[in-house]
């Protein structure tokens, strides 16, 4: 069955940086796009970014762009998102999630949560 | 950026009862509009996707209607497990947009 971990959350000052990692099992990781969605706590859903299958391809939310990068290694089936420069505003639950035709989420991980406070 | 608004964003209900959820794109999306649910402390999970096609897995008493900017997600009789909170989802283009979410309440 599909399988989504996230890990690497944490509490970390503003202006650190912190990597998340998502480890995918139960379906051929390189055949699928990844996205990133988060939830800051008690509100909605904001997508976050999105790679293709073969990382050929990368879209970000302007929220994030220029500090969030995100990248895969398939021969891991893993994705990460590296998280520089990081604001109390990106205080939030992170979540893995596979695309199914690069717009929609149709398996999501459990979530890894980031906190930014000084 | 697409704007997506959901309405209302919260409603009383009883068991059995049935409810309907709106979401309105700020422009025309075509059929590329999903629902999720999302119980507290959990991932959302796909109900629906291409306005009304329900995903594998997914209770019949769930449906998706609609196109261009105006969707509907209809539960026909509310069971206890469906009081939770509801997102609409456009998938017609970057950056993806989610509604504001309903929560589902028992009356």
């Known amino acids: 069955q599909v399988q989504l971990v996230e890990s690497g959350g944490d509490v970390v000052q503003p202006g650190r940086s912190l990597r998340l990692s998502c480890a995918a099992s139960?379906?051929?990781?390189?055949?699928?796009?990844m996205h990133w969605v988060r939830q800051a706590p008690g509100k909605g859903l904001e997508w976050v970014a999105v790679?293709?299958?073969?990382?050929?391809?990368?879209y970000y939310a302007e929220s994030v762009k220029g500090r969030f990068t995100i990248s895969r290694d398939n021969s891991k089936n893993t994705m990460y998102m590296q998280m520089n420069s990081l604001r109390a505003e990106d205080t939030a639950v992170y979540y893995c999630?596979?695309?199914?035709?690069?717009?929609?989420?149709?398996?999501w991980g459990q979530g890894s949560l980031v906190t930014v406070s000084s | 950026d697409i704007q997506m608004t959901q309405s209302p964003s919260s409603v009383s209900a009883s068991v059995g009862d049935r409810v309907t959820i709106t979401c309105r794109a700020s422009?025309?999306?075509?059929?590329?509009l999903a629902w999720y649910q999302q119980k507290p402390g959990k991932a959302p999970k796909l109900l629906i996707y291409?306005?009304?096609g329900l995903q594998s897995g997914v209770p019949s008493r769930f449906s998706g209607s609609g196109s261009g900017t105006d969707f509907t997600l209809t539960i026909s009789s509310l069971q206890p497990e469906d009081f939770v909170t509801y997102y609409c989802?456009?998938?017609?283009?970057?950056?993806?947009?989610f509604g504001g979410g309903t929560k589902v309440e028992i009356k």
């Open positions: 999630a596979r695309a199914s035709g690069y717009y929609l989420f149709d398996f």
């Open positions: 139960g379906f051929t990781f390189s055949s699928y796009g």
């Open positions: 790679i293709w299958y073969d990382g050929s391809k990368k």
């Open positions: 422009q025309g999306i075509s059929s590329w």
């Open positions: 291409a306005a009304s």
């Open positions: 989802q456009q998938a017609n283009s970057f950056p993806l947009t």
